[in-house]
């Protein structure tokens, strides 16, 4: 849990990285900045538009995108939305999100842990599929991000993971380079 890994860098005397906790995913989103710097350069203003459920990936896309001057906005159906999180657009409406927006991101609906609710998880988030039609709302040089595992037909369509308007790959790759670079920061703070 989330609690543990605060306590641990509040007693600890080395930094604690949280790499994934149910709160949040903040080295995730690390790749997903890198990711758009690569794509679009500067990333100041661009906007981005997480659909699906108000979860882990969601409330670090906000906070981290917010500081680093992405305009974040949230689609989630009733019962799975984001808190308020500061700077942070939220909404039901997938197409309202995703308006104008550069990058359309999503992430799965049943994480581990959610097994026992998955029918009405999917019932719920279904209208949130991220698809060709959904990416046409979006700015004409949108790209797609999905933090993976992927289950293609269900949050995302097999034809925007393996389709040209998908970064998901690079993606994917630049988590290794983003985590590289906050260990030497880390280990090394002063090079």
């Not at 001057?69 to 009733?78: R, Y």
Request: charged fraction near 25%; glycine fraction near 8%.
């Amino acid at each position: 849990p989330h609690a543990l890994i605060e306590e641990l860098a509040a007693e600890g005397t080395i930094p604690v990285i949280n790499m994934l906790t149910d709160d949040h995913h903040p080295c995730q989103v690390l790749a997903d900045l890198l990711t758009l710097r690569e794509a679009f350069g500067a990333i100041e203003g661009r906007k981005l538009a997480y659909v699906g459920d108000g979860n882990n990936m969601a409330r670090s896309l906000a906070i981290l995108g917010a500081m680093a001057g992405v305009e974040v906005a949230i689609a989630s159906p009733g019962g799975y939305e984001l808190e308020p999180v500061a700077g942070a657009q939220l909404t039901r409406d997938p197409a309202e999100a995703v308006a104008g927006a550069h990058a359309v991101y999503t992430d799965v609906w049943v994480s581990m842990g959610d097994e026992e609710t998955a029918d009405a998880r999917r019932a719920a988030l279904g209208p949130y599929r991220v698809d060709d039609a959904l990416l046409d709302l979006a700015a004409p040089d949108v790209i797609a991000l999905h933090c993976l595992p992927a289950h293609p037909g269900e949050e995302i369509t097999a034809e925007v993971l393996y389709g040209d308007r998908q970064r998901i790959w690079d993606q994917a790759e630049n988590r290794r380079h983003a985590q590289k670079a906050l260990l030497e920061l880390l280990i090394a703070p002063e090079q």
